[in-house]
Nanobody, 114 residues
Framework: QVQLVESGGGLVQAGGSLRLSCAVS????????MGWYRQAPGKQRELIAL???????NYVDSVKGRFTISRDNAKDTVYLQMNSLKPEDTAVYYC????????WGQGIQVTVSS
């Protein structure tokens, strides 16, 4: 069974940085695309960044130029470097990985204070 474990969240002041990590374990098949969603209170979950197995990335407009997604295929880990954080980035962040089907992390809280 594929498991995803997230780390790196927490509380940061506006303008600060955080780096989220998501490690995949238990896979029996090829690891495909990976990415990050977030869900703010009272809002729908939104896809904010993804990276394909070949390294192609895509971002939602609201994080372009501030967030960077990357992956280490040797470690089966995806990262999200978040810079210039804003209070509106406050949300629970979820990573996902596509291994035949999509698997999800448990979610990790990111809080940006003004």
């Amino acid at each position: 069974q594929v498991q995803l474990v997230e780390s790196g969240g927490g509380l940061v002041q506006a303008g600060g940085s955080l780096r989220l990590s998501c490690a995949v374990s238990g896979r029996m098949f090829r690891l495909g695309a990976m990415g990050w969603y977030r869900q703010a209170p009272g809002k729908q979950r939104e896809l904010i960044a993804l990276i394909t197995s070949g390294g192609t990335t895509n971002y939602v407009d609201s994080v372009k130029g501030r967030f960077t997604i990357s992956r280490d295929n040797a470690k089966d880990t995806v990262y999200l470097q978040m810079n210039s954080l804003k209070p509106e980035d406050t949300a629970v962040y979820y990573c996902y990985a596509d291994v035949i089907t999509r698997s999800w992390g448990q979610g990790i809280q990111v809080t940006v204070s003004s």
